[in-house]
């Protein structure tokens, strides 16, 4: 079974820092791309960034590039999303997602866990 557990979310101020952890199990965590996307009350859903099966060239929307880092840790299989700076606009549900099928990004939304809540006080 696809299992993508998401941890790390809380509430932090304006300009504070959280890192997102991801945890995969039940399927071959290196073959494939892992991304996280977030939603917030009212909007749409919003790719944030994603990671190849190497690690290479990862993508950052343009929201949170230079703010976001993400890393994956196939040994552990797992991925983070180390936010910085973070600003109100970023509170919403992140989620990890992947799809089973590409190795690189970017990936279907087929396969993500029950969620994270970031909250950012101005």
């Known amino acids: 079974e696809v299992q993508l557990v998401e941890s790390g979310g809380g509430l932090v101020q304006a300009g504070g820092s959280l890192r997102l952890s991801c945890a995969a199990s039940?399927?071959?965590?290196?073959?494939?791309?892992i991304a996280w996307f977030r939603q917030a009350p009212g909007k749409e859903r919003e790719g944030v960034s994603c990671?190849?099966?190497?690690?290479?060239?990862?993508y950052y929307g343009d929201s949170v590039k230079g703010r976001f880092t993400i890393s994956r840790d196939n040994a552990k299989r797992m991925v983070y999303l180390q936010m910085n700076n973070l600003k109100p606009e970023d509170t919403a549900v992140y989620y990890c997602?992947?799809?089973?099928?590409?190795?690189?990004?970017?990936?279907?939304?087929?396969?993500w866990g029950q969620g994270t809540q970031v909250t950012v006080s101005s």
């Open positions: 990671i190849g099966d190497s690690g290479v060239n990862p």
């Open positions: 997602v992947t799809d089973l099928v590409a190795s690189s990004c970017p990936v279907g939304y087929d396969y």
């Open positions: 039940g399927f071959r965590f290196t073959d494939y791309a």
